[in-house]
């Protein structure tokens, strides 16, 4: 007769075949997961899907002691999944404008972790190594807290096929770099991008330092870094001092404390994810009194919430402009389609340029 023991090690050894198998079929899937991820330009973590699902699956665990456990398996089994996508994904590129160090290259890397990062000479360039194939999404900025929106890359959505499929927002930290054994009583000249010495401008005062205008903070921090010189610093991130052996002098040197940079996901096909709970349209109106207040009321009588609006001029058509706009939901429901149907009757061009989770922090 078998034994208590014995009995338990046929269940758990006949459990863990069935196990196995199902953990290959889980994986298989993920693959599923990752190639849709991959061909909408989205992120391998989406905690809000994490969180539904240990939700929905703990709640077949009736014991509550076991169900702690069980979500404990949960996320464990989450996290294993991440990592075989993240091990997928490296072979992933992601285009950027500048070079490496650049607030770019770093929203790029948190965004998709493992990548290989492919550095452009501009906005224009990153945007059509995606067009062509080349790379597989790009990552550039579409505002900044402190100097409003960048008009180039909002252009450039406007006027290609591309689609955003998330908007990431990256808190933007300066920094007085200089070279290893260097202080900031040290620094008598300091080199960035004219913005970065803006935000720092109050302790560029302070400190009395001279300024050279670089054409990016990463840029201005390798010439550091080639100078060797005790006196030269650089303004820029902690991820670029680390990258060119530079020493951090001083942190946190922004005038606003709060300094963010909005970072958009571009690649070819528009992505449909209940994660993303927001949508952005850009459209032209008739040359008519009224006309923009009329395709705005359109939003609100069918219950969207306009969450910002933005004018740009065209560039072929003197005083005239397109409009950007991010509304709260998307217009993949019936309700959705018949306001597109009836806003499109306002504009002379109307597209749905993608979709978003609001305040996604990197």
């Known amino acids: 007769m078998a034994s208590k023991l014995e009995e338990a ?7 863990d075949a069935q196990m196995a198998q199902l953990f290959v079929k ?23 899907r994490e969180d539904a699902v240990i939700e929905k699956n703990s709640a077949y665990i009736e014991d509550d002691v076991l169900k702690g456990y069980y979500i404990d398996y949960l996320k464990h089994l989450m996290s294993v999944s991440r990592a075989y996508q993240y091990r997928m994904q490296s072979g992933l590129k992601i285009a950027y ?47 900044n807290s402190y100097a409003g929106e960048v008009g180039q890359t909002i252009d450039l ?35 960035s991008h004219p913005q970065a010495l803006s935000q720092c401008h109050d302790y560029i005062e302070m400190r009395g330092f001279k300024t050279e205008e670089s054409s990016n903070t990463a840029l201005s921090a390798k010439m550091v870094a080639e100078a060797n010189d005790r006196t030269l610093g650089a303004i820029a ?3 670029t001092a680390e990258l060119y ?34 949508s952005i349209l850009m459209f032209t109106v008739k040359n008519e009194a009224g006309s923009l ?15 910002a609006l933005r004018s740009r001029p065209l560039r072929k058509h003197s005083w005239q402009y397109y409009f950007y706009i991010e509304i709260d939901g998307t217009t993949d429901s019936e309700n959705g389609q018949k306001m597109l149907e009836e806003l499109g009757k306002m504009c002379d061009q109307l597209k749905v340029a993608g979709t978003f989770a609001p305040h996604t922090e990197i």
């Open 97 to 143: 404008s500048g070079v490496e160090g650049a607030f770019a290259h770093i929203a790029a890397g948190r965004i998709f972790p493992g990548s290989s990062r492919i550095s452009h000479t501009d906005f224009q360039a990153a945007y059509d190594a995606v067009v062509n194939g080349e790379c597989d999404a790009a990552v550039l900025p579409i505002e």
């Open 9 to 15: 090690r046929k269940i758990i050894n006949e459990v």
């Open 293 to 307: 207040a009329n395709a705005l009321s359109i939003l609100g009588k069918y219950g969207y919430n306009m969450t």
């Open 26 to 48: 889980r994986m298989h899937a993920a693959e599923m997961v990752y190639e849709h991820k991959k061909e909408f330009g989205l992120p391998i973590l989406d905690q809000k």
């Open 245 to 278: 052996g530079l020493k951090v002098l001083a942190a946190n040197i922004n005038k606003n404390g709060e300094n963010t940079t909005r970072f958009a996901v571009l690649s070819k096909v528009r992505a449909k994810s209940p994660s993303l709970t927001s």
């Open 157 to 191: 959505i406007f006027s290609g096929g591309l689609f955003i499929n998330g908007i990431y927002e990256l808190e933007v930290r300066q920094n007085l770099l200089g070279i290893p054994g260097a202080s900031a009583e040290d620094i008598r000249t300091v080199t």
């Open 237 to 239: 991130s902690a991820e």
